[in-house]
């Protein structure tokens, strides 16, 4: 693993929201601008909504690709700047702060009631040895790249491991969340390894900290019509959208 110090971030080489994602109408902008932001799930074959101009050097949809997902996720979140202007660094430490997915909430309709996504949430050593390990303190050096192994155990599907792979470039910092082992509910396998992938991309702007995420998943439609693949693209997606908003605005 390499380092380097992040410079400060001058405003005049801040790139503008409206410079990256073009089209958006003012009544979605307003929700992006907003406390959660946009999400929407979508199929394959469905068009989607927010993708960044061919020029920005910012391509989630590429790497989610790499699992063929047949049901896909996309959300924009920009985090208006309070106290100070966040950074590249802010990012990366929010991402750090695994044990705070424990416990966050989403809506179950099945259950009508709020649950806990994640009831327990832990860094481990790697995908053989399983062990937890505690959170860092938070950093002062920006790492160039950084491959971290996540064990979270989700309220549907058990135990289920991943492996987070965060790397820097020159406007922002990207995090791939894929899974490692098979994701599984009751006797079924519901994601087999590597076919769950959710990416998040957090830059700096004029306007406040952008987060542009996209999740994707394969499964059959056997599955997927029982445990609503849909659905649960998003939620997971939203979740772990709220854990790094929450982290920012820690330091913000």
């Known amino acids: 693993m390499s380092f380097f110090f992040t410079p400060a971030i001058r405003a005049d080489t801040l790139r503008s929201f ?34 960044p101009a061919p020029g920005s050097g910012i391509d989630l949809l590429g790497i989610i690709n790499k699992a063929n997902p047949s049901y896909l996720a996309e959300s924009l979140l920009v985090i208006p700047y309070q106290g100070k202007m966040l950074d590249r660094l802010d990012a990366y430490n929010a991402l750090g702060r695994i044990g705070d997915l424990k ?14 996504l994640f009831e327990e949430a832990t860094r481990i050593e790697g995908e053989r040895n399983t062990r937890a390990v505690p959170d860092p303190l938070p950093a002062r050096v920006l790492p160039n790249s950084e491959t971290v192994y996540i064990l979270l155990k989700d309220v549907n ?19 791939n969340i894929t899974n490692f ?19 998040m ?36 997606l939203a979740v772990f959208i709220g854990w790094i908003s929450d982290g920012l605005k820690k330091a913000n």
């Open 181 to 199: 082992r098979n994701i599984s509910y009751l006797v079924f396998t519901v994601m087999k390894e590597g076919k769950f992938s959710a990416v």
């Open 103 to 116: 416990g966050r909430l989403y809506r179950s309709h099945t259950r009508n009631a709020e649950v806990a």
């Open 18 to 51: 409206d410079g990256i994602f073009t089209g958006l109408g003012e009544t979605q902008k307003r929700e992006i601008f907003g406390p959660e932001g946009l999400i929407r799930s979508i199929k394959k074959n469905e068009r989607l909504e927010f993708l």
């Open 201 to 236: 991309y957090m830059e700096p702007l004029t306007e406040g900290m952008l987060i542009y995420s996209m999740a994707g998943a394969d499964a059959s439609d056997f599955i997927a019509a029982r445990i609503g693949i849909s659905s649960a693209i998003s939620k997971r």
């Open 157 to 175: 599907f058990g135990n289920s491991y991943y492996r987070g792979e965060m790397s820097v470039s020159p406007h922002g910092v990207t995090y």
